[in-house]
Structure formats: structure tokens, C-alpha cells
């Protein structure tokens, strides 16, 4: 019997299939203390009052009517610059299949309906992300490229 495999746009119901692949994302990036609850409910509610904003674009892969695999856009604004002359750009995240479900291509296939979305709705001139070493293949395959100015962060709490 072949799976039923549905890609589409999140709703508020899928609140806890993105807290869930968001903290697979986050432990698969070795980020520490991702079982603590405090962040997981603040992504929860994040996700229910922002995932239908139209700055907001989170796909995700049902297979048997189970969320197993996403892909998140949030439009920004910044001061115009020469590579993006309309200072509107796409960060891309949360990008992210269950590792049971993994090997199939569900998170490709959520990425590559993201990114049809940042290119026809957004208006955005481009598109950032930060890859793990097992999904740059995927990015790479798509168009994205190492940047010149690497992300440098200074944690403020």
C-alpha cells in the first residue's frame, strides 16, 4: 500500500508537529538544553498566533495524515543594500524531517514548495539560511551558497 503523502501550507492545528520537529531540528544541531519546556511552549504559541501572518510561510509533509518533515520562511525588512536593493529578504528555517521518516525526500519537498512561495509571494530579493552538514547538499542543489560575511552573534540574556 503506498503512503498518502500531502504537501501544504501549516495551520494552527499543526502546532505540535512544528514544536516537535523544531526541537529534532534544534537537538540534530547540537543547540544544548533542547528538552526544556520553557522555549518549546514560547514556540508553540509563536507558531499558533504566526504561522497564517502573510510574512510567515511554514510547509509542511503529512504522510498518513502524520506531520513528519517542514520548512519555515519569515519575511524581514532591513535598510536597502546594493545585493538587495528592496531591503526585503526571506530567512529560511525549521527545515526539518522526523528521523524515522528521513531518506524519503519530505523535507526537499517542503523546502522546494517554501521556496516556491519566497519566489512568486514574498517579494523578497533573497533568501538566507543556516545549513547543517547533512542538508547543505539539499540547499545547494536548490541555488543557496556560502556568503561571503559569515553570522557572527553576541547572546544578550
Do not use: K
Not at 537537538?27 to 533542547?34: I, K, S
Not at 510561510?57 to 536597502?80: F, L, N, Q, W
Not at 517542503?110 to 523578497?124: D, T
Amino acid at each position: 500500500m503506498t503512503a498518502q503523502v500531502n504537501v501544504r501550507t501549516a495551520t494552527p492545528g499543526d502546532r505540535e508537529a512544528f514544536v516537535r520537529l523544531r526541537t529534532v531540528m534544534f537537538a540534530a544541531m547540537g543547540v544544548p538544553d533542547v528538552d526544556q519546556l520553557g522555549w518549546q511552549r514560547e514556540a508553540g504559541a509563536w507558531f499558533e498566533a504566526r504561522c497564517t501572518a502573510p510574512e510567515v510561510e511554514v510547509v509542511v509533509v503529512d504522510v498518513d495524515g502524520t506531520v513528519v518533515a517542514c520548512a519555515m520562511g519569515e519575511v524581514v525588512e532591513r535598510a536597502p543594500s546594493p545585493s538587495v536593493p528592496s531591503g526585503r529578504s526571506v530567512i529560511v528555517s525549521n527545515v526539518c524531517t522526523l528521523p524515522e521518516h528521513r531518506g524519503h525526500g519530505y523535507a526537499s519537498r517542503a523546502l522546494e514548495e517554501l521556496m516556491s512561495w519566497v519566489r512568486a509571494e514574498s517579494g523578497a530579493g533573497a533568501a538566507s539560511l543556516f545549513a547543517t552538514a547533512q542538508g547543505r547538499g539539499m540547499y545547494e542543489r536548490l541555488g543557496f551558497r556560502e556568503h561571503a560575511y559569515p553570522e557572527m552573534r553576541l547572546r544578550l540574556t
